[in-house]
C-alpha cells in the first residue's frame, strides 16, 4: 500500500512540474484578454511588445507578462486587470495611479515619479524613483513608508 501510495504521489509531482513548464511566450497582442489589450492601448499606444509570457497555474487560469521594448513589464491577472506595472526608470502613466495616491506623492514626493505600482488585495504598493517603497489601502490612504539603503 505505501508503495502505491509513493508511485502516485511522484506521478502527481511529474504531472505538476511537466505542467509548470508549459509556460509559453508569444509576441501577439491577440493572445492577451481584451481588458490587457485596451489597458496597452489607453496607457501605452506606441509601444511595441518585446515579449508576451503566458503563465500557466496548475489550479487556476493563468496570468500573462508583458514586456515592452522600452523596459517596461505588467503583469495581468487572467481576466485582463493590471497586477503589476514596472517602468524602471521611467514614470507610470499618471491614469493608472489612484487619484489619492498620485497627490499624495505629489505633496510629499515632489520631484519623485512613481516607476512601480502594483495592486494587491489588501492596497496598493508604489516605488519611487529613489528606491522609497511607500503603501496605501484600497482607498489611497497612505499606510507605511520602506526605504532603501
Known amino acids: 500500500m ?3 501510495i509513493m508511485t502516485l504521489l511522484l506521478v502527481l509531482l511529474g504531472a ?7 509556460d509559453s511566450y508569444v509576441i501577439d497582442r491577440d493572445k492577451l484578454p481584451a481588458d490587457a489589450q485596451q489597458f496597452l492601448k489607453d496607457y501605452f499606444p506606441k509601444a511595441r511588445i518585446s515579449l508576451i509570457k503566458i503563465d500557466r497555474h496548475l489550479l487556476k487560469k493563468p496570468d500573462y507578462e508583458v514586456r515592452l521594448t522600452n523596459g517596461t513589464t505588467i503583469e495581468f491577472k487572467n481576466s485582463g486587470q ?4 514596472d517602468c524602471k526608470d521611467k514614470a507610470v502613466p499618471d491614469g493608472i495611479v489612484p487619484k489619492r495616491i498620485k497627490q499624495y506623492v505629489t505633496k510629499n514626493y515632489p520631484d519623485v515619479k512613481i516607476t512601480k505600482i502594483e495592486k494587491k488585495s489588501g492596497g496598493y504598493e508604489i516605488e519611487l524613483g529613489d528606491n522609497i517603497e511607500l503603501k496605501f489601502d484600497l482607498l489611497g490612504t497612505f499606510k507605511s513608508v520602506k526605504m532603501d539603503d
Open 82 to 85: 493590471w497586477k503589476e506595472v
Open 2 to 4: 505505501k508503495k502505491i
Open 16 to 22: 505538476m512540474a511537466s505542467y509548470a513548464f508549459l
